[in-house]
């Protein structure tokens, strides 16, 4: 059997994570950093090192780090007596780190790490995959996740690109990569970690939704309208304040800062008409060059709705909550389309709660709608099927069983790492 090493390189992407980190281990800026990272893997953030563990389990050797976490790696500099500065600290141990372990592979969970000019400002079109291959010769092959559209520049040196749902996988296509469709998955040691952690019910849990507003998509709108509707109770993500237009362009979200003066005459009669409605197309200028305006809204869900609207949860306690829903809710990012597969699908059914999602044109292929997932089509449609779960207990309890069993057999990370694990023996 071939073996190969591999490094996993993900990221927090929150400065609120670390507050977080530090209110749950009070003493950790005192531990190694090897207690540090099991401290910060026990916690669930993200896929946690359900990666390596999973490549472990098939022979290989895996390492997780995380790019970054400023604790952390600093941590490690100070115990492998590397000497770093301020300004370049990411890139010095990143790569110190690399050329300790001497990788054949490594893969980016995702592309934040991947942006041109990251690893050096005078470097601007040097991204990481690029530069780790110059500096690390051990690597024979690149790999990487993207569960979001990106531009080029950040695949520039992959080898391999995995990516869902198919939509985001076409938009990879379009511009001349040839992806693999590989979804999202769960952490099944996750129940274990619920278990030992013990269970505590969230006020109001019946009917829930855990994750980012995404305004002004029509994610906001939707909850917006379940919240009137419903006795709905929210974790939620959204800026505190609302004053930026967004454009879309070509059907995927790009967020513009544009000041009213920037606007034609006919798009300002436009915003001062709709600016407290949703979405709607401009008129049949706009249509040529596939141009929508979007407008935030001028108040976030939390001012609306203040005793129903909870601060965003990660990790445990995330799970948590969805596994103490009765129902909880998923709409996917205007991103992708026709299409679904985003993580929350996974995690909600594989702690066993009952899920209600948008429909898309692959649904079939991950869960098998009205047996292990409810799903809508619109959001009096959501309204109408979360009263009738949250009414009828055999059904929920019923969808909710069959649902975490097909996670459990066919959405894993063991799952996605055979597969991950069969292309890298192919290729090296």
Same mark, same amino acid.
């Given at each position: ?149 990106? %531009?080029?520049? /950040? ?5 391999? !690109?995995? $990516?869902?749902? =198919? ?6 296509? &379009? ?115 596939? %141009?929508?305006? /979007? ?5 976030? !869900?939390? $001012?609306?709705? =203040? ?6 949860? &990660? ?114």
């Amino acid at each position: 059997m071939t073996q190969y090493r591999i490094v996993r390189l993900a990221g927090l992407h929150t400065p609120l994570a670390e507050k977080e980190i530090l209110r749950c281990f009070p003493e950790f800026v005192n531990w190694s950093y090897d207690a540090q990272i099991a401290s910060l893997f026990k916690l669930k953030y993200l896929y946690s090192d359900s990666f390596s563990r999973a490549i472990r389990l098939l022979g290989q050797e895996a390492f997780d780090i995380v790019w970054d976490f400023e604790l952390t790696q600093k941590q490690w500099a100070k115990e492998n007596s590397i000497e770093i500065l301020q300004r370049d600290w990411q890139k010095k141990v990143l790569l110190s780190q690399l050329q300790r372990i001497q990788p054949q592979v490594v893969y980016f969970q995702g592309t934040e790490l991947a942006i041109p000019g990251r690893p050096c400002e005078k470097e601007p079109l040097v991204n990481w995959p690029t530069l780790i291959k110059q500096e690390v010769p051990s690597v024979k092959l690149v790999m990487m996740y993207s569960g979001f559209p990106s %531009r080029g520049d /950040r695949i520039k040196g992959v080898d391999v !690109l995995l $990516s869902s749902p =198919p939509q985001i996988v076409e938009h990879y296509r &379009r511009m001349g990569y040839k992806p693999i469709l590989s979804y999202h998955a769960f952490d099944k040691d996750v129940l274990e970690s619920l278990e030992l952690e013990g269970q505590t019910t969230p006020a109001n849990g019946k009917f829930t939704f855990v994750g980012s507003t995404r305004a002004p998509e029509s994610r906001y709108w939707m909850l917006k309208h379940l919240m009137r509707s419903t006795e709905m109770n929210i974790w939620i993500d959204e800026p505190a304040k609302m004053n930026r237009i967004h454009s879309i362009k070509n059907s995927l979200v790009s967020t513009v800062d544009i000041s009213r003066r920037l606007l034609s005459e006919k798009r300002q009669k436009f915003y001062k008409t709709f600016a407290k409605g949703e979405s709607i197309r401009l008129d049949k200028s706009a249509e040529s060059d596939n %141009r929508w305006l /979007r407008v935030l809204p001028t108040k976030p !869900l939390k $001012s609306l709705f =203040p005793s129903r609207c909870h601060s965003a949860v &990660r990790g445990l306690e995330y799970y948590r909550i969805l596994q103490q829903s009765k129902v909880t809710f998923n709409k996917h990012t205007d991103h992708v389309h026709d299409s679904v597969g985003n993580m929350r699908m996974f995690e909600a059914t594989g702690v066993g709660t009952c899920l209600l999602t948008d429909s898309g044109s692959n649904i079939k292929d991950l869960f098998e709608p009205g047996v292990e997932v409810f799903t809508y089509t619109s959001t009096e449609e959501a309204v109408e099927k979360a009263t009738f779960l949250l009414e009828n207990e055999d059904i929920r309890s019923s969808i909710a069983q069959k649902g975490k069993a097909r996670t459990l057999r066919d959405h894993t990370i063991k799952n996605r790492c055979d597969l991950v694990d069969e292309i890298i023996r192919n290729l090296i």
